[in-house]
């Protein structure tokens, strides 16, 4: 059984369609990247999936883990495994980011079941999500995000990723705004969280991170729907070639990047 | 302008009652300051709304209850357990009760204070030593054009008096602790602060109002504090009142040549709350902190005007008053700043953030600068708005569920607040008394 069926999937906001029709099947240990021109449909359906009740899902289905995610409340969702790095995370002033993380991670395991972490073993877990991404001890202490820089802020994503280790992880445009020594970063972090129980959906603009992380398949999302699908090769090509292509295949007229 | 003169008549034959009692008691000035203050409260009355100070708050319920002075006790029944919840767990301090605005020795307890600190009730200073208070009682919150002080001056019976001599600091703080007692008919109690630091001295004193069962009465307090050269203070205010009850307070101060004072003001309960705290920079290098927090709920109002006089140049004042408003409460802030003519080098901001967490309630923000001077640096600003709903997206995401998320967001709008409290026991109690008070049940104590 796939981890994450995505079968047929329409979603508007307001009036204004913005997913007509996507199938993305994941399984457990693969890397699937997500790629397409601005206003294709990339973010959106990394929120639908997270649970973002700003888009209405108008038709289709999601199975994740063989039950039904559409119905599910944003908090379940994560309690089940899925996971969102935000394109931009949001700043929560007054908020401890150990506090945050700790709330977190204990509210998912109640839900499973599991004992509350204590400090000791809550602080390991931390010591080695900081280290993965160089991260230092002052930044616990800081408020969520508050006045981080765009790189700190999608370190920190990783980073939550790292503590929370889920099952599934939608990773909205990662890499956007960060230079290239924050990037590989990044790139090691999500590379040593891969494995064979998690899977990873990598949403991007550009082919700059497959650079670093090579996706077992990549999807070309145009106008709402996966144009194309292909191995690691396609990355290059899109590259070279641009999104004009496809969107044509799509049948919409290019949008002239 | 005034209304309800039944009301005001009310108390005038109050006054006139009880006045052959206390002209037997009086010297010769407080006589003087009381006759003076009716024939001022009889000549104000009680403002309407269409008076500039009031023009939010509509003081109709106020003028047309009945209230009768509370009785004189010490609060029996009141034993030093029951005080627990109002009180600071382990603080090591001098704590001063008042029940009913009158010293109660029996609940209070002192702490070895320096030599020649003086906390104690007003009314025994006046009776015993009241040269020590004419130069300061009714000079600095003056009642000309104020109803509320006139009538607390006229009715001055007892309050706390606070006394810390040159050159000496208190290592700890001073409770002050008013009770109401409240009883099947509406009562009213006037207590009457006077505190002076002098020159170089610092000291911490927290004033509390609070109410251990519920019921409708009716507090007017008015707090004048002298603050001299080089002197600091740290003030708290925490207000727990009935809901059902009526505070008015007024907290005029006047600060020396570089002075310090912190105030923070923690109004939790009350059902109509006003709170007016003024400060005059009297010498050059003068330096405020004023901070508030405002929770409310249900069909609580709280109303706060706060006066910052620069009238010395130098001087810096920092104002930051948040309010968290629930249920079909309201909430008013007025900030006034006046930069006088020659206050150069003032620098003055301030700051009022509000966050409405329902449909009903209300807020009205009116910050106010005023500047004579042309060498400043003054800014103000405000904003209301509610709980980022990104946020508690973002939260949710991480598997937080709604509620938690929102108390959090809550707390942590409160917190910025609650951590300029520089004493420890009285930090928590506040942190406790917030996370109590959270719309959404209990956050876990780890937030702290």
């Known amino acids: ?257 | 302008m005034a209304v309800a003169v039944p009301a005001v008549d009310g108390y005038v034959s109050e006054f006139v009652r009880s006045s052959a009692d206390r002209s037997r008691r009086d010297v010769p000035w407080l006589g003087d300051l009381r006759k003076v203050a009716i024939e001022q409260f009889a000549r104000l009355g009680f403002p309407t709304i269409k008076h500039e100070e009031w023009k939010y708050t509509n003081l109709a319920p106020l003028a047309r209850t009945p209230f009768r002075p509370a009785g004189v006790h010490d609060g029996p029944g009141i034993v030093g357990e029951k005080l627990k919840p109002v009180t600071f767990g382990m603080l090591r301090c001098t704590q001063l009760v008042f029940v009913n605005g009158r010293h109660a020795s029996r609940l209070s307890w002192h702490r070895p204070l320096p030599a020649g600190v003086r906390a104690t009730g007003l009314a025994e200073v006046l009776r015993d030593d009241p040269m020590v208070v004419e130069p300061h009682l009714g000079r600095h919150a003056r009642s000309d054009d104020q109803t509320f002080t006139a009538l607390n001056t006229a009715f001055i019976e007892d309050g706390a008096f606070v006394h810390v001599p040159k050159g000496t600091v208190l290592e700890e703080p001073i409770h002050l602790l008013f009770l109401s007692t409240p009883s099947a008919e509406p009562t009213v109690s006037h207590p009457r602060n006077l505190v002076v630091l002098g020159p170089a001295s610092q000291a911490t004193i927290i004033e509390s109002y609070a109410s251990l069962e519920d019921g409708s009465y009716f507090t007017n307090a008015v707090t004048e504090v002298v603050v001299g050269e080089d002197a600091v203070l740290h003030r708290y205010k925490v207000g727990r009142e009935s809901e059902q009850a009526y505070h008015i307070a007024r907290t005029e101060m006047i600060q020396g040549r570089s002075s310090n004072v912190t105030s923070h003001t923690i109004s939790l309960g009350g059902g109509f709350v006003r709170d007016d705290v003024n400060t005059r920079f009297a010498g050059e290098g003068g330096e405020l902190s004023l901070d508030g927090l405002y929770m409310l709920g249900g069909r609580q109002l709280f109303d706060t005007h706060t006066k910052i006089d620069h009238v010395a140049p130098n001087c810096t004042s920092r104002e930051l008053y948040k309010g968290i408003l629930d249920g079909a409460s309201r909430g008013v802030f007025n900030g006034q700043i006046f930069v006088r003519k020659g206050a150069q080098k003032t620098v003055a901001r301030q700051t009022n953030k509000n966050l409405l967490l329902s449909n009903e309630a209300f807020v009205d923000s009116t910050p106010g600068l005023e500047i004579l001077a042309d060498d400043v640096k003054c800014n103000h600003g405000s904003t209301i708005g509610q709980l980022a709903e990104d946020a508690i997206f973002y939260m949710r995401t991480r598997g937080i569920d709604e509620a938690t998320a929102r108390n959090i967001l809550t707390y942590a709008f409160a917190a910025e607040i609650v951590n300029l409290v520089t004493v420890a026991s009285v930090r928590l109690k506040m942190n406790e008394l917030v996370l109590s008070r959270l719309p959404y049940g209990r956050v876990s104590k780890e937030i702290l």
């Open chain 1, 1 to 257: 059984m796939a981890l994450l069926e995505v079968r047929n999937l329409h979603a508007r906001v307001k009036d204004k369609e913005i997913l007509k029709g996507v199938d993305l099947t994941v399984n457990l240990g693969e890397v699937h990247a997500i790629m397409g021109p601005n206003g294709s449909g990339k973010s959106t359906l990394a929120q639908v999936l997270a649970g973002r009740v700003t888009f209405e899902v108008t038709e289709g289905t999601v199975t994740y883990d063989g039950k039904d995610l559409l119905v599910m409340k944003p908090e379940d969702r994560a309690r089940e495994g899925l996971f969102m790095a935000f394109q931009y995370p949001v700043e929560i002033p007054g908020v401890g980011n150990a506090y945050f993380l700790k709330a977190a991670v204990n509210a998912i395991r109640k839900y499973r079941g599991e004992p509350e972490l204590d400090a000791m073993d809550f602080l390991e877990v931390v010591n080695e999500g900081m280290k993965l991404l160089g991260l230092d001890e002052s930044f616990m202490k800081r408020s969520l995000n508050d006045g981080f820089s765009g790189g700190e802020k999608k370190r920190n994503e990783i980073f939550q990723m790292a503590v929370i280790r889920p099952r599934l992880a939608i990773l909205d445009e990662t890499d956007s705004g960060l230079d290239i020594d924050a990037l590989r970063i990044v790139a090691n972090g999500i590379n040593s969280l891969r494995g064979p129980d998690r899977a990873m959906v990598v949403v991007t603009h550009y082919a700059r991170l497959l650079e670093y992380v090579t996706p077992d398949f990549i999807h070309v999302l145009a106008d709402g729907r996966i144009v194309k699908s292909g191995g690691k090769e396609l990355a290059m090509e899109l590259e070279r070639k641009g999104y004009g292509w496809l969107e044509e295949e799509a049948g919409r007229p290019p949008s002239g990047r």
